[in-house]
């Protein structure tokens, strides 16, 4: 492979096909992130459980990928843990770790496959910016939360760069609708060099 996933989704346009990026990569995906040290899953699962007021209550674990996010929620101490994703091959890789208690398929075309107020906890852990899923995903997602619910996600550097992803947080936030308990900055992919900012929000 002359050009690693990571450097190619990175530089996927806008639009472009992640889905079938993601299912040429589902077999070594795990042992590139690794091999760079991938921290955000951890960081996260971590921040949320500092703000969680019951870690067995639902949990919705939006674009769990191989599960390398509901690993990161379960140390963190959370038990009812279902996970979603858009790419069949990813989501087999995720069966096997017998972390999630079910395990759908989306259809990035499609809205979010989620009953409203069903999860008093969501994450999209390295899923919304650059080479993942649209900016869109963040309202449908919040919307999805019932009152008082946490949303728990991360933006990396590369989507950092593009000012509309924190005027997405700051419109939930600025109007009441949503309250920030959580704004974190750390390492993301060390052996790449690239942080994130880790987030919490409390819908209002």
């Known amino acids: 492979m002359s050009k690693e996933?990571?450097?190619?989704?990175?530089?996927?346009?806008?639009?472009g096909d992640s889905r079938a990026l993601y299912a040429e990569w589902a077999e070594t995906?795990?042992?590139e992130l690794a091999a760079n040290g991938y921290a955000t899953p951890t960081r996260v699962a971590v921040a949320l459980s500092r703000f969680a007021r019951d870690e067995s209550a639902p949990l919705l674990d939006y674009g769990c990928g191989t599960g390398l996010s509901g690993l990161a929620l379960q140390e963190a101490g959370f038990?009812?843990?279902?996970?979603?994703?858009?790419t069949?091959?990813?989501?087999?890789?995720?069966?096997a770790k017998a972390v999630y208690r079910k395990l759908d398929l989306a259809d990035p075309a499609e809205p979010a496959p989620i009953t409203p107020g069903a999860y008093p906890m969501i994450t999209a852990i390295g899923v919304i910016g650059i080479g993942?899923?649209?900016l869109s995903l963040f309202d449908e997602l919040m919307k999805a939360l019932p009152k008082n619910g946490l949303f728990a996600f991360s933006y990396n550097d590369h989507t950092l760069e593009h000012p509309e992803y924190e005027a997405k947080l700051m419109e939930w936030t600025d109007c009441g609708a949503s309250r920030l308990l959580c704004r974190e900055r750390g390492?993301?992919?060390p052996g790449k060099n690239i942080k994130s900012m880790i987030y919490v929000l409390e819908k209002a």
């Open 5 to 15: 996933f990571l450097d190619r989704v990175y530089d996927l346009p806008e639009g």
């Open 29 to 31: 995906y795990e042992a």
């Open 79 to 86: 038990t009812s843990i279902d996970g979603i994703d858009i």
């Open 88 to 95: 069949p091959e990813m989501l087999e890789i995720a069966r």
């Open 132 to 134: 993942a899923a649209p």
């Open 187 to 189: 390492d993301h992919l």
